[in-house]
């Protein structure tokens, strides 16, 4: 079993800015991908941003310029640092890592989800 833990989220303001933070725990090997999604309500779940190890990088159209992923690989951490906010931006963002455990078995493992409520 691999763990995801999100902290971060809250209530901003337009304009304003947030770092999420997404821990990954457990019997890993190693992590190939790191990502952060977002659901709003209404909506189907979206891509917001992805990391590769080796540090590659996509990005949803929506946040590109504003939005920056990063990754700590000794700590099984990956960021979403978040400006220029827009009320478009509230939503439910989850952490996703896929890899290897160290039985050899692959993972692919969601977060429980903070909320981002981007509001005057």
């Known amino acids: 079993q691999v763990q995801l833990v999100e902290s971060g989220g809250g209530l901003v303001q337009p304009g304003g800015s947030l770092r999420l933070s997404c821990a990954a725990s457990?019997?890993?090997?190693?992590?190939?991908?790191m990502g952060w999604y977002r659901q709003a309500p209404g909506k189907q779940r979206e891509l917001v941003a992805a990391?590769?190890?080796?540090?590659?990088?996509n990005y949803a159209d929506s946040v590109k310029g504003r939005f920056t992923i990063s990754r700590d690989n000794a700590k099984n951490t990956v960021y979403l640092q978040m400006n220029s906010l827009k009320p478009e931006d509230t939503a439910v963002y989850y952490c996703?890592?896929?890899?290897?455990?160290?039985?050899?078995?692959?993972?692919?493992?969601w977060g429980q989800g903070t909320q981002v409520t981007v509001s005057s």
């Open positions: 457990g019997r890993i090997f190693i992590i190939y991908r």
């Open positions: 996703n890592a896929e890899g290897m455990m160290l039985s050899n078995g692959r993972f692919d493992s």
């Open positions: 990391i590769i190890s080796g540090s590659s990088t």
